[in-house]
């Protein structure tokens, strides 16, 4: 069963518009990590935020945000005003107490095209 | 404070070759995972290291896959009798505790030919 579903595939937008990624997850665990990477066409991987299932404080960092809804299995990712350079596939992950060594599980990413 | 590194960045076998890639952890971080993506398949997980210890290798094919994280020195992830189907950008990532922040190096990308 897939454990991170981001139903968006493919996003593109205009330059300065705002986005929001969705990323729905599945966990019977109490205790879980949620993340968020981008990453560029250059290939690696780059870390934006790590929340654990205790803090549903939403999280502001320049023009990205997050919010993290427990009632709906839900950590959306918005960036406001986009830019060019925010082009990339970004990627929701899930992290258990149950799966061994909290590793990471990926949903298959939104790829996010920017357009000036 | 140096990153997570992997070398080779992109490594050529030929079908029947071994590949060895390489991944050295964060200064301080003794948590090793690896991960693969293969083009429609996303990012798994593979193995999940300490030092000396396989402490999950769930992830890995059965066949021809190996990990290792020696004492000293990087970990390595050992492809036996590469197969076309191995073709995939292959990434490690270190974490200083069980469930902390997991740092990703750059990747390996390995083409078998």
């Known amino acids: 069963a897939q454990k991170v579903t981001q139903a968006q595939t493919e996003i593109s937008v205009v330059e300065k518009e705002d986005v929001t990624l969705d990323c729905v997850y599945e966990t019977r665990d109490t205790t879980y990590y949620l993340f968020w990477y981008k990453q560029p066409p250059s290939g690696e991987l780059v870390f934006l935020i790590r929340?654990?299932?205790?803090?549903?404080q939403n999280e502001i960092s320049g023009r990205y945000s997050w919010n993290f809804q427990k009632s709906t299995s839900s950590f959306n990712f918005t960036i406001t005003a986009s830019q060019v350079v925010d082009s990339a596939v970004y990627f929701c992950?899930?992290?258990?107490?149950?799966?061994?060594?909290?590793?990471?599980?990926f949903g298959k990413g939104t790829s996010l095209l920017v357009t000036p | 404070n140096a990153g997570v590194m992997q070398n080779p960045r992109h490594l050529v076998r030929r079908r029947g070759q071994e590949a060895r890639l390489r991944c050295s952890p964060m200064k301080g971080h003794s948590h090793v995972y690896w991960y693969r993506q293969l083009p429609e398949e996303g990012l798994k997980f593979m193995v999940y290291?300490?030092?000396?210890?396989?402490?999950?290798e769930s992830g890995m094919p059965k066949e021809r896959f190996s990990a290792e994280f020696p004492k000293e020195g990087p970990s390595i992830l050992r492809i036996q009798q590469v197969v076309r189907g191995d073709s995939a950008a292959y990434f490690c990532a270190s974490s200083s505790v069980t469930s902390g922040e997991q740092y990703f190096g750059p990747g390996t990308r390995l083409t078998v030919t």
């Open positions: 929340r654990n299932s205790f803090d549903e």
């Open positions: 290291l300490q030092k000396e210890n396989i402490i999950d």
């Open positions: 992950a899930l992290s258990e107490a149950s799966n061994s060594g909290y590793a990471l599980n």
